[in-house]
Structure formats: structure tokens, C-alpha cells
């Protein structure tokens, strides 16, 4: 039954992931922590955040590991072949039948009436995060945080792997305080 | 012989993408269309235009045909083999180290310290995706697709699912 499920889950988020897998972020999201309650907020976020810094496809990733969680080497193998092997046989069918399928005007008119509705998908996402963040962190570490992070992957272009890597290397190293001692080495943690 | 080439090809990006399928595109066309001369320029660009309009991750549909194209059944599971597999290995061995100890604090920090920083590429993707169909579908439809799926998603708890497929119906009738 929980292959059953695995194959559902990421079936679903292949078939309906428009826009290469970053896409299917939400989806996966949807399926994962709300659906099927495999993880919660907390390893969705470790998972999310270890497949940015990893490299290599983000879909897969997700689903590979997640799988693997889920129902072992059988289940990490069933979730990525639900959620690549549909759209790959799509694929071989149409470019080697119709080529010109892509230039039919409803389909590209289904393409691009997708992307706003995953932007929408993405934004409350994205919202789900800073709350947590503001939870766990408090609205000025929080910001803190955001802000840094903001400026250097935007304005300085850094690449993402390195900034996770960099505050997940802090984590690690950071030596156990208590709580009153918290405040001022969680100053320098915004990088 | 044309098997390991499929898997170098596919290899390379797949270990060298950062950021997730889309950002392995040029890899891929830098080893396909440069080093092995396998498709065209306008070729690749085809492939391309058609995996935007497919459903899925996009660099597996691109491994799966050209794998397909040039070493049948065989090589379109090498270089999808060659797209997933090393990252997913590694992936599951880091998080599996990290899951054995997640009542850690050092741990459950790591995980709060890489929230807000996951919540910025979130918000930086949303920011893409609007831009892109502003810049597709100008601001009105992309206005009317924002505030529709907005409230079927969050108010009426609808699934994504039908939310998508009501999405591309719109598109076929309406932005054709």
C-alpha cells in the first residue's frame, strides 16, 4: 500500500510540475507533509535545504530521498521512476511522432497559464517559511537572517550552496551556550 | 562506447548543476551539442521548447530523449541514470547521517539556521514565475490566474491538482 501511495504521490507531482522541477517544490510540499504526513515542516525544510546545496536535479532528489525514507531502496526507486517516466515517455512519443505539437497555440496557452498559479503555490510556501523561521529564530534573527542572505545571493550573486553550507558549517561548529550567551554569537550567524 | 559517452554526458551536469534541473540546461547542451555533436543548436533548442511545454523535471526528459535518440531504450536509462543517481546518493547519505541525529541541538540549529535562507530563494522563485507570466501573458490574465488560484488554494482548500488542470484548461481556451 505505501509503495501504492509513493508511486500516487510522485506521479501526481510529475505529471503537474510545469516548469522543470523547482516547480514541483510545492507539490511535492503538498503531497509529502499535508497529504500523506510522511515528514513534517521540520524535514521538509532539511530535505529542501540539503537538496539546494547538493547538485544535480531538485525533483529527483526529493523524491528519491523521500522514497527512500518512506519504504527503503524499493520505495527510493518507485518515487523517482513515478516522477520521471511518464513525462519522459511523453516526450519520446511526441518529438519523434508530432513536432510541431509545441507550436499549436493551446498548448503553449496551457504552458504559460500554469506559471502564475505555481507562483501562487511558491509565495504561500515561502510564507510557510519565514513564519517558521520568525517562530523558532524570533523576528529579529529572523530578519536578520533574511536580509543577509537576501543581499548576498542577490546583490552579490553567491552562489546558494555556498551560503547554506556556510550557515549550516556555523550550526555545527557553534558550541552549545545557554540561553542568556545566545544573543551575541547569533549576531555574527547572519554572516 | 556511445553508452559512456551517454553517461559522461549526463554525468557531468547532473554532479556540476547547482540549483536544481533548469540550471543544468547549458551543461547539458555544452556536452550534447558542443562536445559530441549529437544535435544541432536549433535541434536542442526544439528539445528544449518541448520539455517546457511537457510536465516533470526537466532535466530527465532532456537525458530520457536524447539518451532515447541516440542509444534506444538502453541509453535513455543510462542518462537518466547518469542525471539522478549521484546526487541522490549522496542526499540520501547526508540526510541520513542528519535524521540519526536530528535531537541534536546542534541539529535542530541547522535547520533554523537555513530556514529564512531557503524562505529568500523560495520568495526569489515566486518573484521568476510572476515575471515570467507577466512578461508571457501581460498583467491583467496573470492577475486573474494570481487571485483565482489564491483563493481556491488557501480559502477552498482545493487540491493543486485540479487547481493545475483548471489552469491549463483556462490557458487552452483562453490564452491561445
Known amino acids: ?191 | 562506447m556511445i553508452y559512456w559517452h551517454i553517461f559522461l554526458a549526463f554525468f557531468i551536469p547532473g554532479i556540476v548543476g547547482y540549483g536544481g534541473g533548469p540550471a543544468s540546461i547549458p551543461l547539458v547542451e555544452n556536452e550534447v551539442v558542443d562536445r559530441y555533436g549529437w544535435l544541432s543548436v536549433t535541434e536542442f533548442s526544439e528539445v528544449l521548447a518541448m520539455g517546457n511545454a511537457l510536465p516533470g523535471p526537466i532535466a530527465t526528459k532532456m537525458a530520457g530523449y536524447i539518451g532515447f535518440q541516440q542509444g534506444g531504450i538502453l541509453g535513455a536509462a543510462i542518462g537518466v541514470f547518469a542525471t539522478v543517481a549521484p546526487s541522490l546518493i549522496l542526499m540520501i547519505i547526508l540526510l541520513s547521517v542528519l535524521h540519526r541525529h536530528k535531537d541534536s541541538p546542534k541539529v535542530k540549529r541547522m535547520t533554523n539556521y537555513v530556514r529564512p535562507t531557503i524562505a529568500v530563494l523560495l520568495g526569489v522563485m515566486t518573484l521568476n514565475f510572476f515575471t515570467t507570466a507577466y512578461e508571457g501573458i501581460g498583467i491583467l490574465q496573470t492577475l486573474i490566474l494570481i487571485i483565482a488560484s489564491f483563493i481556491l488554494l488557501e480559502k477552498w482548500k482545493v487540491h493543486p491538482a485540479f487547481v493545475i488542470v483548471g489552469a491549463l484548461a483556462y490557458g487552452a481556451i483562453f490564452l491561445a
Not at chain 1, 528519491?64 to 518512506?70: L, N, P, T
Not at chain 1, 534573527?141 to 553550507?165: D, K, T, Y
Open chain 1, 1 to 191: 500500500m505505501k509503495q501504492v501511495d509513493l508511486f500516487l504521490a510522485f506521479f501526481r507531482v510529475g505529471m503537474l510540475g510545469y516548469g522543470g522541477g523547482p516547480s514541483s517544490i510545492p507539490l511535492v510540499h503538498k503531497e509529502v507533509v499535508e497529504r500523506y504526513k510522511w515528514m513534517n515542516e521540520d524535514d521538509f525544510a532539511d530535505v529542501l535545504a540539503l537538496g539546494n546545496t547538493l547538485p544535480g536535479p531538485i525533483a529527483t532528489k526529493m523524491a528519491g530521498y523521500i522514497g527512500y525514507r518512506v519504504a527503503g531502496i524499493i520505495g527510493m526507486m518507485n518515487a523517482v521512476f513515478a516522477t520521471i517516466t511518464p513525462t519522459i515517455i511523453l516526450m519520446i512519443i511526441l518529438l519523434t511522432s508530432l513536432s510541431s505539437f509545441k507550436n499549436l497555440p493551446w498548448v503553449s496557452g496551457m504552458t504559460k497559464a500554469v506559471v502564475p498559479v505555481v507562483g501562487v503555490m511558491l509565495a504561500t510556501l515561502t510564507w510557510d517559511f519565514f513564519k517558521k523561521s520568525r517562530n523558532t529564530l524570533g523576528i529579529r534573527n529572523a530578519c536578520l537572517i533574511v536580509g543577509a542572505s537576501f543581499v548576498l545571493l542577490e546583490v552579490f550573486h553567491f552562489h546558494p550552496a555556498i551560503l547554506i553550507g556556510a550557515l549550516l558549517l556555523f550550526a555545527l561548529v557553534r558550541k552549545d551556550k545557554t540561553r542568556k550567551g545566545n544573543e551575541n554569537v547569533e549576531k555574527g550567524g547572519g554572516l
